[in-house]
Structure formats: structure tokens, C-alpha cells
């Protein structure tokens, strides 16, 4: 697709065939990148796939659950070999999340939680590394949020799942740094997503102060898709050169007020 911020580059998006991934899938083709959508939504990723191509983009579909060593493992491969032994960028964007009060959360919610937005991060990053490594780094962006140091209540444990992304980000950042690859966050206020529009409705159904007026308080207006899209690229990118293992806050100004 010509010059581009990303072009000649081979991205994997996971969680990238709907929601902010799927702008992050949409963009990263616009911008040069050859993307591997990767997501449990068969019809949704290939659609997603299909219609970079149609706009003269090179991005194909693998299916895979993120929280499953052996399908990260066998989706890497797959896309390892398609991408010719050569992956640049890793957006981990796949996630979810558990809105209950407390005391009614499970171990099982506890282990699907931690499964999905925590442990898919260690296989996929631990299962891309090595391409990276071969070809002298790459670039890294992991989907956190700005649950990761807000707490909310009803969300005690998705907020524990982001906390965990920040300190896996910066971790990740100091170990490889000095091969080459970079490892940042982007953090999220609510977005226009199915996961933020769910994310709303649960917290006002528990009475969590996320009214329109709320929201317009807390971060002025909704997040779109697409500027969460726009953050990750910079980080992706060859302008965040130099910016290694930050959490980059895409919310308006909420953090910042007090
Ligand atoms: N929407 C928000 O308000 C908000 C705010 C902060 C952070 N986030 C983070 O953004 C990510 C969610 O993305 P979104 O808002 O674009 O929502 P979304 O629900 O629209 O998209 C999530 C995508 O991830 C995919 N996915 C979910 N579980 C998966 C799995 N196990 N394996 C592979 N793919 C899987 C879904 O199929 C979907 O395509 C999460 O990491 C979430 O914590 C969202």
C-alpha cells in the first residue's frame, strides 16, 4: 500500500477484528503494515481481513484464543511462515473484562480474567520474540488501561488484569531494550467499543457514577476506536523511537484531574 509511517512492516493485532483493534487492524494496513488479525471471531476478522485487501492492504486472518498456549503457539507459527520469518510489531490488544461486586466474583472469573488479559500477553509476546530477535527487534504495544491505576468499584479484578499489563510492559521494556525492542502501553479511558459500551451499562446497573454526565466530567466525551488506534501507531512506529517501556493515557485528561 505504498509509503507509510509502517511501511514494510509485518504486524500481528490480536483482538483485531473488532472494537479499537480492529481500527488499530484498519490502520496499521493504511499506514503500510502488512497485518495478521488475530481474534476468536472467525466472520468478524476475516471480514475485517477482506476489506483491507479490497482497499489495497495486505492483511490475512488467523483464528485463535489468546489465553491458549497451544493455539498462540500454533497461530505464531502460521503467521510466523506467512509473514516470511519476520514479525516487526506485536499490538496485544485482546481483552476483556468482569463487572460484579466483589464478593461475588469466582475463581473462575479470576482465572478467565488473568487467562485473557494477563497470561495471552506472556504467550503471545513470548511466542513472538524470537522472530523479533532474529531480525535485530521490534516493537511492542500492550493494551492496558486507565483501570490499571483507577480503581473502580465492581472491577476489582480487571483492574488487577491491567495492573498486571503495566508491569508486564515495563518489564518486558528493560529486559530487551538493548536488543532491540521497545515495549510500551497505551491505557485507555472508556471507549466506543462493545467492551466500553458493556463496561457503562454494567457500572450503571451496580449504581457506579458513570452517568452521560459522568463521563463528560471524567474524560469529556467518549473515546472513538480510532484515537486509541492513532496511539498505538505512534508507539509502533519509527517516531516513538526512543520512548521504551511508558504507559501512554489516551483518556482526555482524566488521570490528570484530581
Ligand atoms: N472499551 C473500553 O472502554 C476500554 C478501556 C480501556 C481498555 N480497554 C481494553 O481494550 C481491549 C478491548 O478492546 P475493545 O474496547 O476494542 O473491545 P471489543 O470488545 O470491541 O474488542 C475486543 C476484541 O478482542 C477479541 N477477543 C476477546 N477475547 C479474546 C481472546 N480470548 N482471544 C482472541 N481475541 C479475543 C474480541 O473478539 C474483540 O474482537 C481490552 O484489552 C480492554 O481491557 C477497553
Given at each position: 500500500?505504498?509509503?507509510?509511517?509502517?511501511?514494510?512492516?509485518?504486524?500481528?493485532?490480536?483482538?483485531?477484528?473488532?472494537?479499537?483493534?480492529?481500527?488499530?487492524?484498519?490502520?496499521?494496513?493504511?499506514?503500510?503494515?502488512?497485518?495478521?488479525?488475530?481474534?476468536?471471531?472467525?466472520?468478524?476478522?476475516?471480514?475485517?481481513?477482506?476489506?483491507?485487501?479490497?482497499?489495497?492492504?495486505?492483511?490475512?486472518?488467523?483464528?485463535?484464543?489468546?489465553?491458549?498456549?497451544?493455539?498462540?503457539?500454533?497461530?505464531?507459527?502460521?503467521?510466523?511462515?506467512?509473514?516470511?520469518?519476520?514479525?516487526?510489531?506485536?499490538?496485544?490488544?485482546?481483552?476483556?473484562?468482569?463487572?460484579?461486586?466483589?464478593?461475588?466474583?469466582?475463581?473462575?472469573?479470576?482465572?478467565?480474567?488473568?487467562?485473557?488479559?494477563?497470561?495471552?500477553?506472556?504467550?503471545?509476546?513470548?511466542?513472538?520474540?524470537?522472530?523479533?530477535?532474529?531480525?535485530?527487534?521490534?516493537?511492542?504495544?500492550?493494551?492496558?488501561?486507565?483501570?490499571?491505576?483507577?480503581?473502580?468499584?465492581?472491577?476489582?479484578?480487571?483492574?488487577?488484569?491491567?495492573?498486571?499489563?503495566?508491569?508486564?510492559?515495563?518489564?518486558?521494556?528493560?529486559?530487551?531494550?538493548?536488543?532491540?525492542?521497545?515495549?510500551?502501553?497505551?491505557?485507555?479511558?472508556?471507549?466506543?467499543?462493545?467492551?466500553?459500551?458493556?463496561?457503562?451499562?454494567?457500572?450503571?446497573?451496580?449504581?457506579?457514577?458513570?452517568?452521560?454526565?459522568?463521563?463528560?466530567r471524567l474524560q469529556g466525551?467518549?473515546?472513538?476506536?480510532?484515537?486509541?488506534?492513532?496511539?498505538?501507531?505512534?508507539?509502533?512506529?519509527?517516531?516513538?523511537?526512543?520512548?521504551?517501556?511508558?504507559?501512554?493515557?489516551?483518556d482526555n485528561g482524566m488521570l490528570v484531574r484530581t
Amino acid at each position: 500500500m505504498g509509503a507509510g509511517r509502517l511501511s514494510g512492516r509485518n504486524a500481528i493485532v490480536s483482538g483485531g477484528a473488532d472494537g479499537a483493534g480492529g481500527a488499530a487492524s484498519d490502520l496499521f494496513a493504511r499506514e503500510g503494515a502488512a497485518v495478521a488479525i488475530v481474534d476468536i471471531q472467525r466472520e468478524a476478522g476475516e471480514a475485517r481481513a477482506e476489506a483491507i485487501r479490497a482497499r489495497g492492504g495486505e492483511a490475512f486472518f488467523v483464528e485463535a484464543d489468546v489465553s491458549s498456549a497451544d493455539r498462540v503457539q500454533a497461530a505464531v507459527v502460521e503467521i510466523d511462515r506467512r509473514f516470511g520469518g519476520r514479525i516487526d510489531i506485536l499490538f496485544n490488544h485482546a481483552g476483556t473484562l468482569v463487572v460484579k461486586p466483589f464478593l461475588e466474583t469466582t475463581e473462575r472469573d479470576w482465572d478467565w480474567l488473568m487467562a485473557v488479559n494477563v497470561k495471552s500477553m506472556f504467550l503471545m509476546t513470548k511466542a513472538v520474540l524470537p522472530s523479533m530477535l532474529r531480525h535485530g527487534g521490534g516493537a511492542i504495544v500492550n493494551t492496558s488501561s486507565i483501570s490499571a491505576v483507577a480503581g473502580t468499584p465492581m472491577e476489582v479484578l480487571y483492574c488487577t488484569t491491567k495492573g498486571a499489563c503495566h508491569m508486564f510492559t515495563r518489564a518486558i521494556a528493560t529486559e530487551f531494550r538493548d536488543q532491540g525492542v521497545r515495549c510500551n502501553a497505551v491505557c485507555p479511558g472508556f471507549i466506543r467499543t462493545n467492551h466500553g459500551l458493556r463496561e457503562l451499562q454494567q457500572l450503571r446497573g451496580y449504581g457506579v457514577d458513570v452517568t452521560e454526565d459522568d463521563l463528560r466530567r471524567l474524560q469529556g466525551r467518549i473515546c472513538e476506536p480510532e484515537e486509541v488506534a492513532n496511539a498505538a501507531l505512534f508507539l509502533a512506529g519509527p517516531e516513538a523511537s526512543f520512548v521504551n517501556g511508558e504507559t501512554l493515557f489516551v483518556d482526555n485528561g482524566m488521570l490528570v484531574r484530581t
